[in-house]
């Protein structure tokens, strides 16, 4: 049985076009139609500031260069200096990067900037950690679509920061056939054959199910994979045998930092884990300034 015991990634960088207009919103959310207020009560046009963001915690980073973004949409000549990269883990007191120009925009950004870095980077973490805990089996841990409406790009990325893979995008990058579209089509076999006759010879297609019954039927036709879904460890177990690696297995269904290594000892391929970006806790980070005035 492998033992994956380097857990590192190689991490491709995010487009910054995937990530600039969810930004510059978030910025508008929080400016209003009046501005920073307190800041710009308090804080002269002429005042410095140099800041440090901080890990409160031990964790995965991921979002380092969104939040460099954040900063620098209210004024692009503040210096920002990363001192760690996304896919890097930290411990708790680590200065992640240093931001440095008038003190005004920095103020102002600071909640746009560390409410992104921190909520992507415990979703990395939280993948990470669940990663780590299958390491001995071959299984990988997936993401689903349960992601925060207009955040999937960047939740998606999060969990690849944490060693994980992504499952499809949106509706449009595969099949998967669910138990409602089957109970439309009146069965499991025909909704497979009239998906088959829809689409591409690229477009892949996934039938979910959640009995042993059904599994033998949808075997039975032309399929990808097949999503094991609510199965008790036993039966999933028995599923994986019978499939045989015919075709990919994923296993689906409230699967938690508590189940995961039980649910991947199966012998599944895939663990689908909507938990990692609806529930995973944000990192906790801090921006601490030093005024030059």
Same mark, same amino acid.
């Given at each position: 049985?492998?033992?994956?015991?380097?857990l590192?990634?190689?991490?491709?960088?995010?487009?910054?076009?995937?990530?600039e207009?969810i930004?510059?919103?978030?910025?508008?959310e929080?400016? @209003? /139609?009046?501005?920073? +207020?307190? %800041?710009?009560?308090?804080?002269? &046009?002429?005042?410095? =500031?140099?800041?440090?963001? $901080? #890990?409160?915690?031990?964790?995965?980073?991921?979002?380092?260069?969104?939040?460099?973004?954040?900063?620098?949409s209210?004024?692009?000549?503040?210096?920002?200096?990363?001192?760690?990269?996304?896919?890097?883990?930290?411990?708790?007191?680590?200065?992640?990067a240093?931001?440095? @120009? /008038?003190?005004?925009? +920095?103020? %102002?950004?600071?909640?746009?900037? &560390?409410?992104?870095? =921190?909520?992507?980077?415990? $979703? #990395?973490?939280?993948?990470?950690?669940?990663?780590?805990?299958?390491?001995?089996?071959?299984?990988?841990?997936?993401?689903?679509?349960?992601?925060?409406?207009?955040?999937?790009?960047?939740?998606?990325?999060?969990?690849?920061?944490?060693?994980?893979?992504?499952?499809?995008? @949106?509706?449009?990058?595969? +099949?998967?056939?669910?138990?409602?579209?089957?109970?439309?089509?009146?069965?499991?076999?025909?909704? $497979?054959?009239r998906?088959?006759r829809?689409?591409?010879?690229?477009?892949?297609?996934?039938?979910?199910?959640?009995?042993?019954?059904?599994?033998?039927?949808v075997?039975?036709?032309?399929i990808?994979?097949?999503?094991?879904?609510?199965?008790?460890?036993?039966?999933?177990?028995?599923?994986?045998?019978?499939?045989?690696?015919?075709?990919?297995?994923?296993?689906?269904?409230?699967?938690?930092?508590?189940?995961?290594?039980?649910?991947?000892?199966?012998?599944?391929d895939l663990?689908?884990?909507?938990?990692?970006?609806?529930s995973?806790?944000a990192?906790?980070?801090?921006?601490?300034?030093?005024?030059?005035?």
């Amino acid at each position: 049985m492998p033992n994956r015991t380097d857990l590192s990634i190689e991490l491709a960088p995010l487009f910054s076009s995937l990530y600039e207009e969810i930004v510059r919103r978030a910025l508008l959310e929080d400016l @209003g /139609a009046r501005g920073d +207020v307190t %800041t710009d009560a308090i804080v002269s &046009l002429d005042d410095t =500031a140099t800041g440090q963001i $901080i #890990a409160r915690t031990r964790g995965r980073i991921a979002g380092i260069h969104i939040a460099g973004f954040a900063f620098h949409s209210l004024d692009p000549k503040l210096k920002y200096e990363m001192h760690h990269r996304d896919g890097d883990d930290v411990e708790a007191g680590d200065v992640l990067a240093v931001i440095q @120009g /008038a003190a005004r925009p +920095v103020l %102002t950004a600071e909640r746009t900037a &560390l409410n992104f870095l =921190a909520r992507l980077s415990g $979703i #990395a973490t939280a993948t990470r950690d669940i990663v780590a805990s299958i390491a001995a089996y071959p299984a990988h841990v997936v993401c689903t679509r349960k992601t925060t409406p207009g955040l999937r790009v960047l939740e998606k990325y999060a969990v690849r920061a944490g060693g994980g893979w992504n499952h499809r995008f @949106g509706l449009d990058d595969a +099949v998967l056939i669910k138990d409602n579209h089957i109970v439309v089509a009146g069965g499991a076999a025909e909704a $497979i054959r009239r998906a088959r006759r829809h689409i591409g010879h690229l477009v892949k297609i996934e039938v979910e199910v959640d009995t042993l019954d059904q599994l033998d039927i949808v075997l039975k036709e032309k399929i990808d994979a097949v999503l094991l879904d609510n199965m008790p460890v036993e039966m999933l177990a028995e599923a994986v045998r019978i499939t045989n690696k015919r075709v990919i297995t994923e296993a689906s269904g409230g699967i938690t930092p508590k189940t995961a290594e039980a649910i991947a000892s199966t012998g599944v391929d895939l663990l689908s884990i909507g938990w990692i970006t609806h529930s995973a806790a944000a990192l906790d980070l801090s921006l601490d300034f030093a005024f030059n005035l």
